[in-house]
């Protein structure tokens, strides 16, 4: 007498998959559409077992189907502005796992007036929100996951060419991003001796929920794919696939970067 076990369609049944067995946090899903969606299907393609998260009641609703297409063993309600909700979700995350192998930060915040106004109007309560959510719940995270992170890992979060050179329409996210990707290196100097290595991804710009937020935006795709070298812009699907394998052992002797996926468009002025 023989049994199956059901997988999920999108994971292969290949045990040499470069993450089988590993397991991680996924942050940031709002739809099919976002960034972190394609993250996690290809983590999930390459055979890492995952957990997503959702903002509140209201954006459940949209990504439970998706956490349910994907195979997520967990499924759990993340809002960093509340007190304790991060360190409640990692906790889970370690009673299901044990240990936790990589997590993905892909969450950001900006007042519109502050995204689209100069810089020094940004209200300090504006300027705290959006560092807060966007840049210091990735030092948060990581100090809560390192116990969980014994044998080593990769922490990896999302950033863009706002934080190297002024991006109009982007504002004070661009000082925010700039100070994200500062604390991806400070963090994998302090992080490194245990194994944990940490990065940020910047993707060139892509049509997602957060994007349609910025003024001017099929503004920037035009020029963008004008002056890529590939002569066009990036999908969210090649985002995913370059953060999956900062995930896989085939990274082990990176840390420390921030790694463009833009069609070469940051290498032109």
């Known amino acids: 007498m ?3 076990t059901e997988q999920s369609p999108l994971v292969h049944t290949n045990q040499v998959l470069p993450l089988a067995g590993k397991k991680g946090l996924v942050t940031g899903v709002a739809n099919d559409k976002s960034i972190a969606f394609a993250v996690a299907k290809a983590i999930r393609e390459l055979g890492g077992e995952i957990a997503l998260t959702y903002q509140n009641d209201k954006t459940a609703k949209y990504t439970q189907p998706l956490a349910e297409a994907l195979g997520a ?13 991060l360190e409640s979700v990692i906790e889970k ?15 950001a915040f900006c007042n519109a007036d ?18 807060n959510v966007s840049c210091h719940s990735f030092l948060r995270m990581a100090k809560a996951l390192e116990p969980l992170m014994a044998h080593g890992g990769s922490l990896i979060t999302m950033s863009y060419l706002g934080a190297e050179r002024v991006v109009r329409n982007y504002g004070v996210m661009g000082i925010i991003k700039a100070a994200l990707e500062s604390s991806v290196r400070y963090m994998a100097y302090d992080l490194g001796p245990k194994g944990i290595r940490v990065f940020a991804v910047s993707p060139g710009p892509i049509m997602t929920r957060a ?11 035009e020029n963008d794919a004008e002056k890529a070298p590939l002569g ?3 999908t969210i699907d090649e985002v995913g696939a ?10 082990s002797g990176m840390t420390g970067q921030t790694i463009y996926v833009d069609a070469g468009a940051h290498i032109v002025a």
């Open 114 to 131: 502050d995204l689209h106004g100069r810089v020094i109007d940004t209200t300090e309560a504006g300027f705290d929100a959006a560092m």
């Open 232 to 234: 066009r812009t990036v």
């Open 211 to 221: 994007a349609s937020g910025i003024a001017n935006f099929n503004t920037l795709l």
């Open 2 to 4: 023989t049994t199956t």
């Open 93 to 107: 995350c370690g009673a299901e796992f044990g240990e936790i192998d990589f997590a993905i930060h892909s969450m």
């Open 242 to 251: 370059l953060t999956a394998f900062l995930c896989t052992a085939g990274s």
């Open 73 to 85: 063993k967990l499924f759990l309600k993340l809002d960093v502005t509340e007190e304790g909700s």
